[in-house]
């Protein structure tokens, strides 16, 4: 068994954050799988799988320095993660509308109810603060695949006026 | 006949350029026999280069017609092929037998016009979109040495360009 743990990563976003911190981990003998790092709100969050063969103490001692010379707060969890678990999705969903309270509960509580499991959910506010927007993309896998989220979503954006989009994502496979 | 062995990435020899076919002969109508059975081998795929089967000559062989409601020419060899037109673009998911247990979304033509040889030598012209048209392209890259992770584009900048599904047929609203 590999020994896979969940580095969470934290803090104000500055250059360096990526190059600094996986260098502590190369150095400290860990291994890095799959993560997904990404600046939000001027904060940077990185969720970064780590192989490493000793306790979490041990991989603490390695990425703390380095996480606190760069502001960072740093959370370690063992995880029972394995490389090769892709699950394809199958359905593609885009939203956009007026911001405002509740729009993301409507929309993944609809999802939810659809029986679209989230795979990778990305948001954005843009537009300006005083008439802000918020734009959404999730793929997901559905077992009744993109019709049925399609029906049970018409409703929603009816009542709701916002805009969304849902396609089917059929793989290419060559 | 026989399944081929396919090779993955980072197999070095999934990016060199491969050679046009010169005769239309007998061993070649052999191994493109041999391409076909390995095609049939691997459920859900729809297109298969030469290359791929560690034989570096431009020879595809490529069939959507198992995927419903996709337009397409049927089961196609195509032996030199050259894109003579392409028109529009579309985001779609691709995957590769040559690049195991990793999907992501490339920007293909939604149209195409090519022009290939039979097995035969024999010059004919196709026309396709969609599916289809996504599948020669992704086949075609494997001729020069490209693979589709030489394509990707990111999910987030390709919000509203991607083809417009709309959610009720007629209703399809159009931003911009
Ligand atoms: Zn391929």
């Known amino acids: ?34 993560a997904s790092m990404t600046r939000l709100g001027g904060n940077f969050a990185v969720m970064l799988m780590t192989q490493y063969e000793g306790p979490p103490e041990a991989l603490e001692k390695i990425v703390a320095p380095v996480a606190g010379g760069l502001a960072l707060r740093l959370h370690i969890d063992p995880i029972e993660g394995e490389l090769h678990r892709h699950v394809e999705p199958n359905v593609r969903v885009s939203v956009y509308g007026a911001d405002r309270a509740g729009i993301v509960a409507e929309v993944t509580g609809a999802l939810a109810e659809a029986g679209l499991n989230i795979l990778d959910l990305e948001s954005d506010v843009g537009g300006s603060s005083q008439r802000p927007i918020y734009i959404m993309h999730i793929e997901g896998h559905a077992e009744g695949g993109a019709d049925k989220v399609k029906r049970i979503m018409e409703a929603l954006t009816k009542e709701k006026n916002i805009e969304v989009q849902i396609a089917p ?3 290419l496979l060559g | 006949m026989a399944v081929l062995d396919i090779l993955t990435y980072p197999d070095p020899r999934l990016k060199q350029t491969s050679s046009p076919v010169s005769s239309f002969d007998a061993p070649l109508r052999d191994f ?4 076909e059975e390995t095609l049939l081998a691997h459920p859900g795929c729809v297109g298969l280069a030469a290359p791929q089967a560690g034989r570096f ?5 490529l069939d959507v017609s198992g995927k419903p409601q996709v337009p397409n020419n049927g089961r196609l060899t195509l ?5 003579v037109r392409a028109d529009g673009s579309a985001v779609g998911r691709e995957g590769c037998l040559s690049v195991p247990d990793y999907t992501g979304n490339v920007a293909r033509a939604e149209k195409i016009a090519l022009k290939a040889f039979d097995s035969y030598g024999r010059e004919c012209l196709y026309r396709m979109e969609g599916f289809e048209a996504r599948a020669a392209l992704h086949e075609i890259d494997h001729l020069d040495g490209l693979l589709f992770l030489d394509r990707l584009v990111s999910r987030r900048n390709a919000l509203f360009r991607r083809k417009n599904y709309g959610l009720s047929g007629a209703a399809k609203t159009n931003p911009s």
């Open chain 2, 57 to 61: 000559e431009r020879i595809v062989v």
């Open chain 2, 79 to 83: 032996i030199n092929p050259e894109i």
């Open chain 1, 1 to 34: 068994m590999k020994n896979w743990f969940m580095l969470t990563l934290v803090g104000k976003d500055r250059p360096g954050i990526v190059a600094k911190v996986s260098a502590a981990l190369y150095r400290g003998g860990a291994n890095l799988g799959e």
């Open chain 1, 169 to 171: 994502i059929d793989t």
């Open chain 2, 32 to 35: 493109i026999a041999d391409l």
